[in-house]
Nanobody, 124 residues
Framework: VQLQASGGGLVQVGGSLTLSCAAS????????MGWFRQAPGKEREFVAT????????YYADSVKGRFTISRDYTKNTVYLQMNNLRPEDTAVYYC??????????????????WGQGTQVTVSS
């Protein structure tokens, strides 16, 4: 299983970026994808994911209304559209995959597979 994240960069406050995460193998069919982020000196935190059944989406309170997670099964790719970016959104963003079971979707140890991370920097 490989996860390849891309799309990070430098953007001004209020700007937008779209992150992509391409999955290989059976990742999309056997797992649920999500996004986490880690800022310098801070713990990795949950950003967004899908429910393991159905198409419900879950977001961290800090990004609700600004970020949107989506997926394209034909491309085995998950996206994170980020709008109205703030300096506190600056972090390395990671895509991850967890098994299609219940559990705590915001809990990083539930995720078995991780991408390499892509840097997002929001300048003020």
């Amino acid at each position: 299983v490989q996860l390849q994240a891309s799309g990070g960069g430098l953007v001004q406050v209020g700007g937008s970026l779209t992150l992509s995460c391409a999955a290989s193998g059976r990742t999309f069919s056997d797992n649920v994808m999500g996004w986490f982020r880690q800022a310098p000196g801070k713990e990795r935190e949950f950003v967004a994911t899908f429910s393991w059944v159905g198409n419900r989406k879950y977001y961290a309170d800090s990004v609700k209304g600004r970020f949107t997670i989506s997926r394209d099964y034909t491309k085995n790719t998950v996206y994170l559209q980020m709008n109205n970016l703030r300096p506190e959104d600056t972090a390395v963003y990671y895509c991850a995959a967890r098994p299609k079971t219940g559990g705590r979707y915001s809990y990083a140890p539930e995720y078995d597979y991780w991408g390499q991370g892509t840097q997002v920097t929001v300048s003020s």
